[in-house]
């Protein structure tokens, strides 16, 4: 046991002193916190070398590291984290869009496991669960001190088996569990329609590795069902809990000629950059109502920005969520990887989508049909840093009478009726040469 902590100690020290001495020094500073970072180093492994000959019960080295290291990636923020190779796994195999689970994305905000968003059509959206549940057990055990990754772990596992959290959310008198059905998640995230034969609805639910290819093609279809050209389009991203970059980017080109889409700006320079539209003569040319909400997160803010930015859409809804920061993943030896945040996206207007989120140029909230009992909470944001849970309030629905939210239906959708009002009047000013 002695010589395993001694080797890794002596391997971390090493690697650490190499860093220290790589590191550019602008001046004495810079020098003083690198000598002050290599006496703490030496404080770290002489508090190994204690545990490990004093604790009352053996130590598993690997474990004791790994818990350091998570010590380390929980002093930065909620969207660094260490990954295990079993998590790094878990993540390759999120981004292909078919996945064993329940359904959320979810971060952490005040310390509390939180939901950013439940994606459409999984257990967790059918079951109730909304953005801004606050997740204090899984399976009964605590959520407290549990990383992001922790958490998908937990909620993950083979289809049909079940698991059950336990959530506080604000308007509830108390805490609520959920059981929820395990199920392979195969997103679809593009869904499209006509509405009253003149004006498009997409609805993008998340972006993985086709969302843009299959934008492209819904859109192409909607052209070709009716010999009526399109007057407008709904872009829904309410409750899109965001994905790949790369996609984001992808999807704002196919609505503009040109312009920024999206800069990130980090510490160090590698880091940064900046995105700019490509005219392919394919662009979809008639008006854009975007619609977001709270569960609007990520790569779904980056489009919506994008297209506020340049004069292409009108955002329509409530304030997105605020999930602005850029994660690189960082393979380690033995599979295990860092997802580090480096850097920060900035709208083509130079806005940081960080803790901000996207506000919409007309607010609108939504309200819940009258058979769903009550109106529909914010949710929190990612500024939302004290998260307090509110106890007056009627306790929603159970379970077992839950529904779907009626998104993508007019007569019960408030937002989608505004947008597709919004795109009517659109056609009537242009029609009187005052657009």
Not at 206 to 231: M, V, Y
Not at 303 to 315: E, I, K, T
Request: net charge neutral; glycine share 8%.
């Amino acid at each position: 046991m002695n010589s395993i902590l001694n080797r890794r100690i002596l391997k971390a020290g090493c690697l650490f002193t190499l860093l220290i001495f790589l590191s550019p020094i602008g001046n004495g500073q810079a020098f003083a916190l690198d000598r002050s970072a290599y006496k703490q180093l030496k404080v770290f492994s002489e508090v190994l070398d204690i545990i490990d000959k004093n604790y009352v019960e053996s130590v598993d080295s690997k474990k004791l590291l790994q818990g350091a290291i998570n010590g380390m990636m929980k002093s930065l923020d909620p969207h660094s984290t260490f990954m295990t190779e079993e998590m790094f796994k878990e993540l390759e195999v999120e981004t292909k869009g078919s996945f064993g689970g329940i359904g959320i994305e979810i971060t952490i905000l005040n310390d509390v496991l939180t939901v950013v968003s439940p994606i459409e059509d999984t257990p967790a959206f059918l079951a109730g669960v909304k953005a801004g549940d606050q997740i204090i057990k899984i399976d009964g055990q605590s959520t407290k001190d549990i990383t992001i990754m922790e958490a998908v772990t937990k909620l993950r596992g083979p289809r049909d088996t079940k698991v059950t959290i336990t959530i506080m959310r604000e308007g509830l008198p108390k805490p609520k569990d959920i059981t929820i059905a395990r199920a392979i998640i195969q997103v679809k995230s593009i869904k499209s329609r006509r509405i009253d034969d003149q004006f498009g609805y997409v609805r993008i639910s998340a972006f993985q590795e086709r969302t843009a290819e299959d934008l492209k093609k819904a859109i192409s279809e909607l052209q070709g069902k009716s010999p009526l050209p399109l007057k407008g389009l709904v872009l829904d991203m309410r409750n899109n809990p965001g994905g790949l970059l790369a996609q984001s980017i992808e999807v704002s080109d196919v609505f503009l000629k040109s312009g920024t889409i999206v800069s990130t700006r980090g510490r160090i320079k590698s880091v940064e950059s900046k995105s700019v539209a490509r005219d392919d003569g394919n662009e979809l040319t008639c008006p854009i109502v975007i619609l977001v909400n709270e569960g609007t997160a990520s790569a779904a803010e980056i489009v919506s920005g994008a297209l506020q930015d340049n004069g292409r859409a009108l955002v329509l809804g409530t304030q997105t969520f605020g999930k602005g920061s850029v994660q690189t993943v960082i393979p380690l030896e033995e599979g295990a990887a860092l997802k580090l945040t480096t850097a920060k996206y900035y709208t083509p207007g130079g806005r940081s989508i960080q803790a901000e989120g996207i506000t919409p140029d007309v607010t609108v909230k939504y309200i819940k049909p009258a058979d769903e009992n009550g109106t529909e909470s914010e949710g929190m944001r990612e500024r939302d840093l004290k998260g307090h849970i509110k106890a007056p309030g009627e306790e929603d629905k159970k379970p077992a009478e839950l529904k779907k939210r009626a998104f993508d239906d007019q007569s019960q959708d408030n937002q989608l009726k505004a947008a597709v009002d919004i795109l009517k009047s659109w056609g009537i000013f242009q029609g009187a040469g005052k657009m």
